[in-house]
Antibody, heavy 119, light 109 residues
Framework: QVQLVQSGAEVKKPGASVKVSCKVS????????MHWVRQAPGKGLEWMGG????????IYAQKFQGRVTMTEDTSTDTAYMELSSLRSEDTAVYYC????????????WGQGTLVTVSS | QSALTQPASVSGSPGQSITISCTGT?????????VSWYQQHPGKAPKLMIY???KRPSGVSNRFSGSKSGNTASLTISGLQAEDEADYYC?????????FGGGTKLTVL
C-alpha cells in the first residue's frame, strides 16, 4: 500500500517561492510516477504536471511552464514541487498523487499542503 | 486546455439514482477511453472511484458506474446513500496533459 505524506502548511509573500515535499512509503519512488494537483479555496482540481514514465520526462501543464519545477530524491523517496513568482491566485491546497500507467489515473493521494500567498 | 464541463450541482434522495455528466472535446474525452472520476469529501483528498471510463478500483462499491458517449462521459450512482454526499470530479487524458472537470456537488436529500 502506497502512503504519501506531505510537508506542512506554508505562508509566503507575493513574488516568493515555495517548495512542497511528498514522502513516499510502502513503495520506492522509482516504482511510481508522481504528479501534482492543486485546488484553490472553494474551487476545483487543477493538474500541474508530473513524471511520464513512457518517455522518462517530467511534463508540466502549459499554465505553469517556467514557474514550476518538480524533482525527486530517490535516496529518501521524496518528491518535491517548487512554484516560483507566487501571486495571490496561487493560494491553494497542493496535492501529490501517484499516476498509474496503463489506465492514466491518480490512485494514491497525499493529504494536501495549504500554501497561502499574502502580503 | 479548458476544464471539462460538469453541472455545478445534482441532488437525489436516498435509494435513488443520479448521473453526473462530464463534457469535453474531441481532443480529450472524445479521443481517449481514459476518463477517471474522483470523490472528494470536505477537507479530504480526492479518492479514485472510476478509471478508464467504466472500471472500478478494488473496494469501490458497485453502485458506482461510468460510461461515455462521444465527447461526454458520465458517472452514475445508484441506490444513493448519505455518505455519497460529496464533490465529484472527472478527469481526462488530453494528449500530453490531463484536464479535470469543474466539479459537481452531490447533495443527498
Amino acid at each position: 500500500q502506497v502512503q504519501l505524506v506531505q510537508s506542512g502548511a506554508e505562508v509566503k509573500k507575493p513574488g516568493a517561492s515555495v517548495k512542497v515535499s511528498c514522502k513516499v512509503s510502502g513503495y520506492t519512488l522509482t516504482e511510481l510516477s508522481m504528479h501534482w494537483v492543486r485546488q484553490a479555496p472553494g474551487k476545483g482540481l487543477e493538474w500541474m504536471g508530473g513524471f511520464d514514465p513512457e518517455d522518462g520526462e517530467t511534463i508540466y501543464a502549459q499554465k505553469f511552464q517556467g514557474r514550476v519545477t518538480m524533482t525527486e530524491d530517490t535516496s529518501t523517496d521524496t518528491a518535491y514541487m517548487e512554484l516560483s513568482s507566487l501571486r495571490s491566485e496561487d493560494t491553494a491546497v497542493y496535492y501529490c498523487a501517484t499516476w498509474s500507467v496503463p489506465g492514466d489515473y491518480f490512485d494514491y493521494w497525499g493529504q494536501g499542503t495549504l500554501v497561502t500567498v499574502s502580503s | 486546455q479548458s476544464a471539462l464541463t460538469q453541472p455545478a450541482s445534482v441532488s437525489g434522495s436516498p435509494g435513488q439514482s443520479i448521473t453526473i455528466s462530464c463534457t469535453g472535446t474531441s481532443s480529450d474525452v472524445g479521443s481517449y477511453n481514459l476518463v477517471s472520476w474522483y470523490q472528494q469529501h470536505p477537507g479530504k483528498a480526492p479518492k479514485l472511484m472510476i478509471y478508464e471510463v467504466s472500471k472500478r478500483p478494488s473496494g469501490v462499491s458497485n453502485r458506482f458506474s461510468g460510461s461515455k458517449s462521444g465527447n461526454t462521459a458520465s458517472l452514475t450512482i445508484s441506490g444513493l446513500q448519505a455518505e455519497d454526499e460529496a464533490d465529484y470530479y472527472c478527469c481526462s487524458y488530453a494528449g500530453s496533459s490531463r484536464v479535470f472537470g469543474g466539479g459537481t456537488k452531490l447533495t443527498v436529500l
